[in-house]
């Protein structure tokens, strides 16, 4: 560094009559006040573990709440250290003192606060425990218990047959695997019902091919061949000779020579007298003549 200013803003200053062997840095410049506000004044964050409300303004403080707190050390359960947290109350001067309580694994609302009970029922089967019942005593007893030699035989004799369950379990499932446990037969196996399944679909697309149909033919099935052989079809009637006229109102009309004859039953005129007859010294009608086209010679 060229400047001592910049070598203290950078924090790479070191005095030449210091000797990192013998002493720290702060204890060669005299600078003991510690790193942190903990070192320094003995504060540290400290997060209120219960809802509570203050004795002095009746405030009410929520769990999770961070204060600056005072730790100090309040005694000992047996060589578990008892720490003291003193704080003060957001809106008042009131000082709040929370112990630690090794012996219930909680803490003591000493002094400034009033804690929120909160009171859980017990379901044994849930795995649901009152805090409050959590004794080092009875975790005692219960670790002497586990302690006994009597109940040691009796619990190793019981982990012994449930082993030996255990084990003629496990050669059941073995034996079953290996009756089943055949590689070369088992790919052998599946590559020949592929191959069947993939000849088949072969033979359906060359027959759809030469039928002329642009779909996958599904395999045949009796049910299908079944319902084909019982449809039965009719034969066609034969088309009337002529259509019967209609008039323009949808009626049909009869022929003309069917309704001269119903006109003549209706009025008794005899049929023949309706049959034209030439007329006495006419002559008949010559058959015209083919006409012929001349041509003109050219000039």
């Known amino acids: 560094m060229s400047t001592l200013s910049a070598a203290r803003a950078d924090n790479f200053y070191y005095p030449p009559n210091w000797d990192p062997s013998k002493e720290s840095l702060s204890q060669h410049t005299g600078d003991t006040r510690g790193r942190n506000q903990y070192e320094q004044e003995g504060l540290i964050r400290f997060e209120l573990p219960f809802d509570g409300w203050c004795e002095g303004c009746g405030r009410h403080v929520g769990k999770g709440v961070r204060f600056n707190a005072k730790k100090d050390a309040d005694g000992k359960y047996h060589s578990t250290t008892v720490w003291k947290f003193t704080m003060q109350c957001p809106s008042c ?8 309580d090794p012996a219930k694994s909680d803490y003591d ?4 606060i009033r804690r929120k009970v909160e009171s859980y029922a017990e379901d044994a089967a849930d795995g649901a425990r009152l805090l409050g019942d959590t ?8 670790l002497a218990k586990r302690r006994d ?23 059941d499932d073995w034996g079953r695997a290996e009756r089943f446990y055949d590689d070369y037969g088992a790919n052998r196996a599946l590559r020949k019902r592929h191959r ?21 033919l599904l395999p045949p099935h009796p049910d299908d061949a079944a319902a084909a052989r019982a449809v039965t079809f009719a034969r066609p009637r034969r088309a009337a000779a002529a259509p019967k006229a209609t008039s323009i109102f949808g009626r049909p009309v009869a022929p003309r020579s069917s309704k001269a004859a119903a006109l003549a039953r209706e009025r008794g005129i005899d049929p023949k007298r309706l049959q034209l ?12 003549a083919p006409t012929t086209t001349t041509r003109r010679r050219p000039r």
Do not use: C, N
């Open 196 to 216: 069947a399944v993939r000849k088949d679909a072969k033979e359906r697309d060359g027959m759809g091919r030469r039928l002329g149909l642009a779909i996958d």
């Open 135 to 142: 004794d080092h005593r009875a975790q005692e007893a219960a």
């Open 149 to 171: 030699p009597m109940a040691t035989l009796e619990r190793a004799r019981d982990d012994r047959a449930k082993a030996k369950r255990a084990a003629g379990e496990l050669a």
């Open 277 to 288: 007859k030439p007329r006495p010294g006419a002559r008949a009608a010559a058959p015209a």
């Open 109 to 112: 609302f000493s002094a400034g």
């Open 93 to 100: 001067t009131t000082k709040f003192v929370i112990k630690t």
